[in-house]
T-cell receptor
Framework: EDKVVQSPLSLVVHEGDTVTLNCSYE??????LLWYKQEKKAPTFLFML????IEKKSGRLSSILDKKELFSILNITATQTGDSAVYLC??????????FGPGTRLSVLP | NAGVTQTPKFRVLKTGQSMTLLCAQD?????MYWYRQDPGMGLRLIHY???????AKGEVPDGYNVSRLKKQNFLLGLESAAPSQTSVYFC???????????FGDGTRLSIL
């Protein structure tokens, strides 16, 4: 059974800290890995990763994929209170949908 | 830019009642999905559609039915609501397989 695991499940930091969120996966056929940010309502798309070792970057957020070790990390530097959210990892296994992990709840305190 | 719109936003039902959740997208996407989100379990796929007139079962389809009569709309029905169906329901759409999904704001459904 295809599975996506995220760690930690919950994290509390202070503004200015750097955080690393982890996503590991076990799927029969891997096409891509996606990161989403979910604040109060709809998840919003952050990154799609298909190749190992190539960092995707957007402002203070960056992500990288390791297809050999079957994991990805999402880094957030100089965190702000607006970064508080649930971060979801999802894997495309060449099916018609994605397999989602349980999410990491990040709380950034002022 | 409406994107993906879900109605209603909130609903309380009694056990055994039926209802339909509506999802509408204005991005001309082929694929549409219904998920439920429960604490600690992430998003679980209920049903999905790869085009107008098509539907398929996802991971947790029991107790739900769907229809996609028009490309822009995807309806989720609960025939006889049960307390286990209390959840937040998200609709999503994408241009095709493997493409990032765009999500609606969710429907919070409580079954008493």
């Amino acid at each position: 059974e295809d599975k996506v695991v995220q760690s930690p499940l919950s994290l509390v930091v202070h503004e200015g800290d750097t955080v690393t969120l982890n996503c590991s996966y076990e799927v029969t056929n891997f096409r891509s890995l996606l990161w989403y940010k979910q604040e109060k309502k709809a998840p919003t798309f952050l990154f799609m990763l298909t190749s190992s070792g190539i960092e995707k970057k957007s402002g203070r957020l960056s992500s990288i994929l390791d297809k050999k070790e079957l994991f990805s990390i999402l880094n957030i530097t100089a965190t702000q209170t607006g970064d508080s959210a649930v971060y979801l990892c999802a894997v495309d296994n060449y099916g018609q949908n994605f397999v989602f992990g349980p999410g990491t709840r990040l709380s950034v305190l002022p | 830019n409406a994107g993906v719109t879900q109605t209603p936003k909130f609903r309380v039902l009694k056990t055994g009642q039926s209802m339909t959740l509506l999802c509408a997208q204005d991005m001309n996407h082929e694929y549409m999905y219904w998920y439920r989100q429960d604490p600690g379990m992430g998003l679980r796929l209920i049903h999905y559609s790869v085009g107008e007139g098509t539907t398929a079962k996802g991971e947790v389809p029991d107790g739900y039915n769907v229809s996609r009569l028009k490309k822009q709309n995807f309806l989720l029905g609960l025939e006889s609501a049960a307390p286990s169906q209390t959840s937040v329901y998200f609709c999503a759409s994408s241009p095709g397989a493997g493409q990032p999904q765009h999500f609606g704001d969710g429907t919070r459904l409580s079954i008493l």
